[in-house]
Nanobody, 125 residues
Framework: VQLQASGGGLVQPGGFLRLSCAAS????????IGWFRQAPGKEREGVSC????????LYADSVKGRFTISRDNAKNMVCLQMNNLKPEDMAVYYC???????????????????WGQGTLVTVSS
């Protein structure tokens, strides 16, 4: 039972990437999913989360208006569209499974599980 993030890469400032989070061993549709990132020497921080139905989303202030989270339960996948990327977005991105909608405490990594290997996003000219 694990989540796998993919889609990272090297992009110039102002560019875009689309990350995907796929599940193996279980279906995602019963769970809230969170995207987190961790830069070298820093703690893992919440980027965005989405409810099990996809009807509710939350974002970190630093990415509001630039990132969009979505899910396709039929494909058992959650995506993170990242536009207008900045050097400070550079990090390893992970997705985690929440047990239920967390609301205002959504950005606490300890409340998520089934972390898989992340995907590296590099923003550089």
């Amino acid at each position: 039972v694990q989540l796998q993030a993919s889609g990272g890469g090297l992009v110039q400032p102002g560019g875009f990437l689309r990350l995907s989070c796929a599940a193996s061993g279980f279906t995602l549709d019963a769970y809230a999913i969170g995207w987190f990132r961790q830069a070298p020497g820093k703690e893992r921080e919440g980027v965005s989360c989405i409810s099990s139905s996809g009807g509710r989303t939350l974002y970190a202030d630093s990415v509001k208006g630039r990132f969009t989270i979505s899910r396709d339960n039929a494909k058992n996948m959650v995506c993170l569209q990242m536009n207008n990327l900045k050097p400070e977005d550079m990090a390893v991105y992970y997705c985690g499974r929440g047990t239920f909608w967390l609301g205002p405490i959504w950005n606490r990594p300890a409340l998520y599980g089934d972390w898989g290997q992340g995907t590296l996003v590099t923003v550089s000219s």
